[in-house]
């Protein structure tokens, strides 16, 4: 053959230029799987029925990999273990991510190879594999990016673990379990803080708003009277020094706890996924869609509710009223309020067990 040496033109690489004798003659190769082993090339001439085409994209990968790697080893129809490469670069020691070396395939009109079987068997033997096609090659360069690596391709699958230490096999389970401590507050928790008197906060969640209500703060809230009575809060306040704040405090009891969870669950059934009727298909501008009426007291009734405003938006109300005088909160909230909600219930429902 004649040869041109490679060489950079610019940013541009030009692969070493091969001139290849007459193959007219010569025997052509029986293949495993559509690949060359070595009994095959004893049986046969140098370079037997390829194509010029072949021997091109052959050549301009062994420069490109000569040129890359010039500190390994690169061979033109070398094998390993039996089968032969079209090109075969060897590393003096395993190099990361390539393992011991890299194969190429060039592949020009040939369909009868086994691409799954060669792969294997090269990556099983710790090399790198490149599968380089008419498309890769560009001039007298090629495209090397789809080069299939040892790292991570070459890893075992989670299926075949035989022979890894019994720590291995467990940590590459697919399953990973979840702790979960419940760590109940003690029943000194209320004498450890001399309250008498005074109102104390068991819970507090943020609410947050609908899309036209920016300019308040609101928030719901589990607190303890100064008469030893769990009670529930919704408020609001304008944002600002000074901002109006509002809000409406409730006495809860124990069966509560069961009314504000399935409000929480209603609300997020008929105020998020249901579909909501139109305005034209209202009987009044206003749409109610759940209410829960709490135990109360002799003299005061209360309630929380969710409504459907004329806007569209979901409207949460806290009211109660005693006698002649009612009092309530509204504000709107998104789906997150039905979060919150749960949350307050669940502690609810704690601070109550801790006083059984």
Known sequence: MGVVKSYERGDAFVS?????????????LSTTDGQSTFDDLGNAAKCPGESDEHLKMKSIAYARLEHDFP???VELESGVDG????????????????????????????EGKDIKAVTDHYLERGYSVAWLYEDDFS????????LLTVWPYALPDRSGLEGYPTVVRRLRQDESSTVEFEIPLPREFWASFDKSGEWVSVAHR????????HSS????????????????????????????????????????CRRLRTFATELKAEGFESEQPSV????????????????????????????????????????KKRRDESDRVSLQVDQTAVGALQAIADLLEQAFELES
Do not use: M
Not at 83 to 90: C, F, G, K, Q
Not at 139 to 146: A, E, P
Not at 206 to 213: A, E
Not at 233 to 254: A, M, P, S, W, Y
């Open 139 to 146: 001039g007298y360069d090629v495209d090397l990016s789809g």
């Open 83 to 110: 089968r032969i490469a079209d090109v075969l670069l060897n590393f003096d020691e395993p190099c990361a991510p390539y393992g011991n070396g890299i194969a190429v395939e060039a592949q020009y009109r040939n």
């Open 280 to 319: 034209d298909e209202r009987d009044e501008s206003w749409y109610d869609l759940t209410t829960a009426w709490f135990a109360g007291s002799r003299n005061v009734t209360s309630w929380l509710s969710a409504s459907l405003s004329p806007d569209d938006e979901i409207v949460l109300t806290l009211g």
């Open 217 to 256: 703060r609101a928030w719901v809230t589990i607190s303890r009277s100064p008469t030893d009575h769990l009670t529930l809060q919704i408020g609001k306040k304008n944002r600002g020094f000074g901002g109006d704040k509002h809000r409406v405090t409730v006495q809860l009891e124990q069966s509560d």
């Open 71 to 73: 500190d390994a080893t």
């Open 206 to 213: 943020y609410l947050r708003q609908g899309r036209y209500s």
């Open 16 to 28: 070493r230029h091969f001139r290849h004798y007459d193959q007219d003659g010569q025997a052509e």
